[in-house]
């Protein structure tokens, strides 16, 4: 249980998939102009990471590393990527359905970064990771929820603080892109500073 408490925290804080691995940056920025379409897409990817750790750890352990297939010597794992796209695309598309049925508001706001869940690389660097780190299933699960929990936290902190800068005075050249890239990067070194947590 300890084990697994150090993987959550690690992987929601200290190794933050945004602002520590830098992946998942597109829908981190484009995303990121209001809290409640940040917080929208945050749970969008929480849901799909944690599903996707768990249907791809089941998928490479009792099929793509099979270990009856192995000792044959038919190695399957060379396919992990394909796999793991395919089955973050179907997850994407369930969610989108969703959205679409039950929160048409969400959706409309949310537009093409949906969408782009299905090419968010934060996604399928999870589940790669998983298979790289040799995660157990339940292992693999409480990485991919931790990290995606760490990008809803990212993401919403970013959201926040473009809302509070809105209105603020601004140099021309600053404004835009720049203030938030800027922002992006006090927030690294900010959570760089959890590093000696573990």
């Known amino acids: 249980m300890k084990e697994l408490l150090i993987l959550a925290v690690g ?10 691995q830098f992946l998942g940056i597109c829908p981190f920025l484009g995303v990121s102009r209001k809290t409640e379409t940040a917080a929208g897409m945050g749970a969008a990817v929480i849901f799909v990471i944690t599903i996707s750790s768990f249907v791809t750890a089941v998928i490479y352990k009792y099929i793509l590393a099979n270990e009856y297939l192995m000792s044959k010597g038919v190695d399957l ?7 793991f796209i395919l089955v973050i695309a179907a997850l994407v598309q369930f969610v989108e359905m969703f959205l679409k049925k039950n929160m048409p508001a969400l959706y409309q706001s949310l537009g093409v970064y949906l969408a782009l869940i299905t090419t968010n690389c934060a996604v399928l660097g999870v589940s790669i990771n998983n298979v790289t780190k040799e ?3 339940l292992e693999s699960v409480v990485n991919g929820l931790a990290t995606a929990v ?17 209105y603020n005075d601004i140099p021309k050249r600053f404004q835009g892109t720049a203030t938030v890239l800027l922002i992006s ?3 690294s070194i900010a959570f760089m500073g959890f590093s000696g947590m573990i």
């Open 185 to 187: 990067c006090l927030m």
């Open 150 to 166: 760490g990008f809803f936290i990212a993401i919403v902190i970013l959201a926040g603080l473009r809302e509070k800068i809105e």
């Open 77 to 83: 794992t060379y396919l992990r990527t394909i796999v």
């Open 135 to 137: 995660y157990s299933i």
């Open 11 to 20: 992987s929601a804080i200290v190794s933050n998939v945004v602002l520590s």
